[in-house]
């Protein structure tokens, strides 16, 4: 529209702002230029401007490419946005997640890359896991063992999401982890299932040492129907303090009759 009235000057202007000195100027370019010039001509001058020193524009390129749906620069985006330490993974998933279902292909070649950072390798996870493609669900399971428990416990909430009942044995196995978060993960995506033969293990979970595990578990139980419920009433009489407590502090909650 603005090349049809003549104002093509706006869009180059813009496009030169990407190179400016002013960090305020490239951050606004970074921002509108998905809205004012075709695909083709800002793809590549945004890839580029993905190794800006400022993180502030660094991560409006990010999100314009993902506008674009430019999934070949899914690789260069991660890389230049995976921080270890306090790195903005969730501004980096929303940019990349705006792609679609065609960024689950690219994220799993580049998971299959043994050089990416654990940084990486969760924000990779983590948008599969909110593309929900049971096609990403074998290379997280890949990750389930990997040294990293942030990159453990990312494969544990992807799997939730994605669901199936290819995931719920390594889940259940994830659940007598020694790591309480792992646990805690796992208890959470069994819930999210909701698959029955993971029952006696979220049972079992209700006499953890450690109160979130305890929680999640009691939750996940309610969310299975009348027999997760029927599980919790049951272990009001049980032996177990901590069972007794946390189910009837999840049952209160919910305001079942007990």
């Known amino acids: ?55 502030e524009v660094r991560l409006a390129v990010a999100r314009s ?31 990349i997640n705006a792609m679609g279902p065609a960024s689950v292909s690219p994220l799993i070649t580049y998971l299959q890359s043994e050089e990416t950072i654990p940084a990486a390798r969760v924000i990779a996870i983590a948008v599969l896991g909110t593309q929900k493609d049971p096609a990403s669900v074998p290379i997280i399971l890949e990750h389930l063992s990997s040294d990293s428990l942030e990159v453990q416990i990312q494969c544990a909430k992807s799997l939730g999401l994605i669901g199936g009942q ?27 299932i909701k698959d029955q033969l993971s029952i006696p293990e979220l049972i079992h979970a209700l006499s953890d040492a450690t109160w979130w595990v305890r929680f999640n578990a009691a939750n996940a139980l309610y969310g299975m129907g ?11 009489d049980g032996n177990d303090r901590f069972a007794r407590d946390i189910s009837k502090l999840v049952l209160d909650e919910k305001k079942v009759s007990q």
């Open 1 to 55: 529209m603005l090349e049809d009235l003549g104002l093509e000057e706006m869009q180059v202007h813009q496009l030169r702002m990407l190179l400016s000195r002013n960090d305020a100027e490239r951050l606004k370019a970074a921002t509108v230029l998905p809205y004012i010039m075709q695909k083709d001509r800002i793809e590549e001058p945004l890839i580029n401007s993905l190794k800006d020193k400022a993180l």
């Open 65 to 95: 490419l993902g506008v674009i749906k430019a999934t070949r620069a899914i690789k260069s985006i991660i890389d230049n946005l995976a921080l270890e330490g306090d790195w903005p993974i969730t501004r980096v998933i929303e940019a």
């Open 166 to 192: 290819d995931v719920v044995a390594p889940l259940i196995i994830l659940i007598k982890s020694s790591q309480w978060e792992l646990r805690s993960a796992s208890a959470i995506a069994l819930g999210q």
């Open 226 to 236: 009348q027999s997760g419920t029927n599980a919790l009433l049951t272990s009001l």
